[in-house]
């Protein structure tokens, strides 16, 4: 069964750095688009970062210049690389990708649980 799995969140400064990893687990065929959201209290979950199997990337304004997707297709493993971080970065951040493994019909959107990144001012 395939599953993603986020690592990286945590409690960081405002003008400091996280890295995200999301990894992709089971019998796995093809991986297409992976992405990252976030979904900070109160609000609804929005685009953070695509990037496509080629490497195509696209950013939600907020993070252009700061924020880094980028991915590993031999390993499976997207990264979301966040610098200049601000506290209106906190949000529960998670993993998503269109991936066609064993048991799919065709190609599924996967989502991982989630994990926290706090930025404290």
């Known amino acids: 069964q395939v599953q993603l799995v986020e690592s990286g969140g945590g409690l960081v400064q405002a003008g400091g750095s996280l890295i995200l990893s999301c990894a992709a687990s089971?019998?796995?065929?093809?991986?297409?688009?992976m992405g990252w959201y976030r979904q900070a209290p109160g609000k609804q979950r929005e685009l953070v970062a695509t990037?496509?199997?080629?490497?195509?990337?696209n950013y939600a304004d907020s993070v252009k210049g700061r924020f880094t997707i980028s991915r590993d297709n031999a390993k499976n493993t997207g990264y979301l690389q966040m610098n200049s971080l601000e506290p209106e970065d906190t949000a529960v951040y998670y993993c998503?990708?269109?991936?066609?493994?064993?048991?799919?019909?065709?190609?599924?959107?996967?989502w991982g649980q989630g994990t926290q990144v706090t930025v404290s001012s």
């Open positions: 998503n990708a269109q991936i066609y493994g064993l048991g799919d019909s065709g190609l599924r959107v996967y």
């Open positions: 990037i496509t199997s080629g490497g195509n990337t």
């Open positions: 089971g019998i796995i065929f093809r991986i297409n688009t």
